[in-house]
């Protein structure tokens, strides 16, 4: 199973970014998708997650509520992060995780993403 994210750059505070994390391989259901962050020196925190009830079971770290919206699409094994109003406290590389079952008598185990770096300018 691997995880391919894309999506990060450079932007201004008050800006937009639209992360993509699409899983591929041996998948036979995915439970949790989720983004991480680790800024330089910090740990990785959770930024969002979202479980296999969709929109309406998701959860967010405090300080990006209202701000960011994670989704995902289950056909294409993706799941997505909307970032708006950007702060420079949001700067950090950002990771995507996905909880994957590859096969019917399998337990989901955790997947990692390569990391897509967010910088974003004052």
């Known amino acids: 199973v691997q995880l391919q994210a894309s999506g990060g750059g450079l932007v201004q505070a008050g800006g937009s970014l639209r992360l993509s994390c699409a899983a591929s391989?041996?998948?036979?259901?995915?439970?949790?998708m989720a983004w991480y962050r680790q800024a330089p020196g910090k740990q990785r925190e959770l930024v969002a997650v979202i479980r296999s009830g969709g929109s309406t079971n998701t959860n967010y770290a405090d300080s990006v509520k209202g701000r960011f919206t994670i989704s995902r699409d289950n056909a294409k094994n993706t799941v997505y992060l909307q970032m708006n109003s950007l702060k420079p406290e949001d700067a950090a590389v950002y990771y995507c995780?996905?909880?994957?079952?590859?096969?019917?008598?399998?337990?989901?185990?955790?997947?990692w993403g390569q990391g897509t770096q967010v910088t974003v300018s004052s």
């Open positions: 995780n996905a909880e994957v079952a590859t096969s019917h008598y399998s337990r989901g185990r955790a997947y």
């Open positions: 391989g041996s998948i036979f259901s995915i439970n949790a």
